[in-house]
């Protein structure tokens, strides 16, 4: 498997070095191509081959966009060809939309584009299809999220919170960035954190899998600092990786004709998690697991028992809330 990997930061790094301490993957190439030339090389020289430094124009079987969000959706148009599978990281509300928007044009190709393959949306709206494996019907879908992976996962999350919610309540609807708090807790070392409404894609993804879903819901972690300075440029230089992240998604519905609920979580710093995601993604592309073609989202194209048993054996795992 030819593989190309856009991005050389948190994400792009973390991808490169689990596929190289993988002997699950058949790999013949990973090229590497970033913004600063120099990360790339310093990459490639880091692990040998098969990492290499590489272009856009590169022959891959598989494209892992690790760029910073809301340049995603322009790359993946750039770097659709006949059979080829682009993994998107993305967690921004327009790269998705734009990535939905391809279908199309990508079903044409026989391509195959992942929008959201990450922490939260990916791993999130897998959690939420294994979790509604034991309820008859759901009606209701909640992810919070908590930390941020590089800088520009960071940059992001502040954009976020200044922007204006998408919710599914029967039908789509808009929100304030930065209301609705909710203390949510997440598996340890976490815990409990306030969680306010962003622009954040994932119902965009769920309702797909949930379209007959009364409520789908996301919020991210945040401070008040957090919420009150989002409307202004960033205060300070964002760290260069996020070290402590968790994802929670909490699904309502009903089993044996009683109201039920079930959450499920996991944790880790976020670029490690994300990495964990992309590789788990290409361990089932590499055995022949995922097909299709179009835009879909992650829990579209893969077992959920199965992914996330992939993730955990990458230091990824997954847990239920029991309390009371």
Known sequence: MDILVVG????????????VGSSSISVSRVAVIDRSPDRAWHLAEKHGPPVTVGSLEDPADVVILATASGSQARLARRLLDDGRVVLASSDSVSDVRRMLGMNG????????????????PGLSDVLAVRAAEELDQVTEV???KFGTGGPDCARQHHRALSSLALEWRGGWKQRPGGSGRELCWFPSP??????????????MLLVRQ???ADRITARMAATR???????????RPPHPEGKLGAVRVEVRGQRDGAWAGRILGASGPPGFVT?????????????????GSGV?????????????DLVAGHGVVSEEFAGG
């Open 8 to 19: 050389a930061g948190v994400v792009g790094a973390g991808v490169v070095k689990q596929l």
């Open 105 to 120: 044009a990508v079903r044409q190709l026989n391509s195959l584009v992942v929008a959201g393959a990450g922490m939260a």
């Open 142 to 144: 909640h992810v919070a």
């Open 190 to 203: 976490v815990d409990a954190a306030d969680c306010y409404r962003a622009a954040l894609p994932d119902p």
């Open 210 to 212: 949930f379209s007959r």
């Open 225 to 235: 600092r957090d919420r009150f300075s989002s409307w202004l440029p960033m205060l």
């Open 275 to 291: 990495a964990a995601v992309m590789v788990g993604t290409l361990e089932l592309i590499g055995a022949g697991k995922v097909s």
């Open 296 to 308: 879909v989202g992650l829990s579209e194209i893969v077992d959920a028992g199965e992914f996330l």
